[in-house]
DNA sequence: CTGAAAGCGCTTACAG
DNA sequence: CTGAAAGCGCTTACAG
């Protein structure tokens, strides 16, 4: 019989229950189901020479010897083993899933009915293969164990989860390296939009970026370049207010004290330096690490920063960490904060506006930060224009009893 | 011209050159590339009519009027564009790409510089659909403000990240439901394997997840369920180990103070109760709320504590944040610690060891923790057969200056 | 509203 | 070592 020498399985058996009992010793494989045309038992003359389960007598086009089919059994529930059960076409099921509305109200509780019997899980890689969107978002932080950015990741969350999107979260280690590195891993993934930390890809993967069309949405900075998407602050503008308050307060030889030294961090102190500058006294009270920032780091800054200049009566710290730091070693020594010294922070912190003497601070947008990029990027991947390609959500100087 | 009704592209059009003059006012529209078989020209005969590049002359078996092919354009690079170039076929390339020893090095130079002159970047989703891996990982934590967890993600990630995998991290928010609907919503990714925090999956869930045959390593907690895979340490006995240490150092009316009041926080309670009631004390000390925890909490527990038992001479908080908070208050008030009042944390975050007092605590190896489950789950996943599917890694008591 | 065909970009499983 | 065929599980783009 033609149809056995095709090793097409029979139509009844579409798909193959695992439990039933199969033909053990023919030396024809080909028992397991094809799983295209499933629904209909249709296959293509001339790919594999069967019939057509819909009428068997159909001439058979070609009927040439041929090796027998490949199985690549993967034991998981299709759209097909939905469609069959709901007895409705693949592409019903598809529209069952995606826009119930097209679909009629019979059929629909039928592919649903069938989906929780079934236990279907949709394939988010065929997909994204077929549909070529991933909804998918990349989004590079430079670290994790830093607040700040987790708060980011939270806004984010908060608007690209309800749009269904799922993210790829990087931690770049304040590395540019590592960004590039990520940001073509994640590539693969063909994401619908990026969402980083900073201002400076390489040329390189910039071209790659643009290559792909995935749009970049930048965070923290401000870009100065036009058709660049950003969302942030000016954080020279932040390091200069609140310099300008020490100042204000009546200090009069203020320090700055900073690690980790990424781009943000120098940005601050350029403000410091500023204001120092334009308000006629010297800014040479620097000390800086390039090490990343903690606790017990503000501390040892402290204490260098007090061994170089004793007559140092403020430090402006680049971030919450490090005041905190510092305010525990000043309690260590007795030195009090801020009769002998004031403290200043950066980012204001949950801890900072709890500590004895509460810390002084720039308290920062940082939810607002990761929500606003993501609106952005989600109206740009809804085709809208939005009004602005450069969002500047500001500061606050919070005044607290360390100043 | 039988050939240019059936649509298909003239073979030295292909791939078509979005750079190249294109005929633009043909009816019939297809003069893409057909993607299929594209390195030799090759079409299924009777699936869309068309002739075979290698041999013009061949037979073409249906000539029926059609209509024009669909195109489904999508400009990325794939490796048939590659093979193109390199002048080999798409499998070379495949296999350049993945195991470059079983290719000649001539072969692979051309694929290299072809991989590099156009910029292919490999699709995840095809990559997976075909080879039913995704080298994805679902990791599943209650908390990212929560540094604990954050470095329980760098231990996953140095463990797991260079044997390529990504991560799809999801933030349970301490909620059993969250977590469902992640861990539904993560399967449709395919992921190779879960690690999640906690053991407390529902019935529904647990099914599914054995349906899919993906393996689950659960972190913090140890699993008393025989096959389930844990790394973790007795959070229970952590809770005894610093009340006993409390009880030892002569204090005798110890309080207990908790937030969040998830599973690991009510079984550290169950240690407090346990060591207080074999050493003969009451344990009816204990200020609990359900709202998440943070350094301001602390502050405010610590009074209610003090309201209702002013004769408490120390306390356990379950996390450091609450310790700190806690003893930011007593230093807002005058009451010396330990003095007055000890003070015991839980997890050891980086700025317990700088406070004035640093603060006793329970040391929590939660990156070991982060490590151990993914190579757990990494040794499951290349087949291996672990040692054991328990792994118990223990804690520190860390005696400082608070107690 | 519903469905058949084709294709998304790879890898598996063979064959040579 | 290399390649042609088939298939992974969906969606797009049509047609009816």
Redesign the pocket.
Known sequence: MKKNLTGAAKPAEWPVNPNAPTTPTVAN??T?????????G???I????SGDS?SLDEPIVTASP??????????????????LRA????????????SP????P???TRVEAAVAALG????H?????????SRVVGVLVPSLSNAVFVETLAGIQDCLGPAGYQFLIGNTNYSPVTQTELLSTYL?H?PDGFLVTGIDESETIRQRLSAARVPVVHMYDLSQTPGEWSVGFSQQMAGFAITNYLLERGYRRPGFVAAQLDPRTMQRRAGFRRALREAGFDCDLEVLTSEPSNVGLGSKLLIQMLERAPDCDAIFCCNDDLALGALFECQRRGIRVPDDIAIAGFNDLPSSAWSTPSITTITTPRYEIGFQAAQLLLQILNGETPKKSRIDVGFTLTRREST
């Not at 397991?32 to 209909?40: C, D, I, K």
């Not at 001339?46 to 020479?49: C, E, L, M, P």
């Not at 007895?87 to 995606?98: C, D, E, F, Q, Y």
């Open positions: 494989p080909d397991s189901a094809p799983r295209h045309g499933m629904a209909t249709r296959r293509i001339g790919s594999g020479g819909g041929r090796k027998p089919a490949r199985r690549r059994p993967s034991g998981r529930v299709t759209i097909a083993d939905v469609a007895k409705v076409s693949p592409m019903t099921v598809s529209r069952a899933l995606k509305s097209q679909v009629l019979e059929a629909r279907y899980v949709p394939s890689a065929a997909r994204t293969l077929a549909s070529s969107r693969t063909a």
